[in-house]
């Protein structure tokens, strides 16, 4: 519901808002709903439960080999390069420091891809595409998150608040991050990845 208003104000909109076909609206908010909200506040406003061990071994155990050209990080986040079309990669960065304005502390994650685009609008219509196709097709890696573009950037973003904290997710953040990347390399390009596709002087950072 937040959401809802908050992009409504924005666009000079009013939220659609519709009660139960036989109950109607409810009068009070339901206990369960309550008491999630309740949660995510209280998880939001303590310091985010992803810094540690579990960011710490995915850092060491995945950021120097395939399907990463080339990374770093700590236990508090990382950056990583993966393959993208021939000669180009894409950025996957993972950030533990950052706030949401709803849900508080967690874990940030945003993707970035190059593309050719004649306009911003078509930019922008490009990253629309791919949210729908996220709706409505088999997802890019997990789910959570949108496509946006902005000064010739893909971008996908996404935020995982401590209440959704698992032990082992970050590993599978990671790859799931990393199957999105390959699989725009062949939307987008129409390059899949290969051995040669791993030669770290295609990295950004080398040149």
Request: aromatic fraction near 8%; include cysteine; hydrophobic fraction near 40%.
């Amino acid at each position: 519901d937040r959401g809802a208003s908050a992009i409504a104000e924005a666009v000079g909109a009013v939220p659609a808002q519709s009660g139960h076909p036989k109950r109607g609206l409810r009068a009070e908010l339901d206990d369960l709903i309550a008491e999630a909200l309740e949660l995510l506040d209280t998880e939001g406003r303590a310091p985010s439960r992803w810094p540690g061990e579990d960011l710490a071994q995915c850092v060491d155990a995945y950021l120097d080999q395939p399907p990463a050209l080339l990374g770093s990080g700590d236990a508090t986040g990382f950056t990583a390069e993966f393959p993208h079309g021939k000669r180009a990669s894409s950025l996957c960065e993972v950030a533990t420091d950052q706030t949401h304005p709803w849900y508080g502390h967690g874990l940030a994650l945003r993707q970035r891809f190059p593309v050719s685009v004649t306009s911003d609008v078509e930019g922008r219509h490009l990253a629309l595409e791919l949210n729908a196709r996220a709706l409505s097709e088999t997802p890019m890696g997990y789910g959570f998150g949108s496509f946006g573009y902005e000064e010739g950037t893909l971008a996908f973003q996404a935020f995982f608040p401590n209440t959704a904290y698992q032990a082992g997710l970050v590993t599978n953040l990671y790859l799931s991050c990393a199957e999105r990347a390959r699989m725009l390399s062949v939307l987008l390009t129409g390059v899949d990845w290969t051995e040669d596709s791993f030669d770290p002087e295609r990295s950004a950072a080398s040149g």
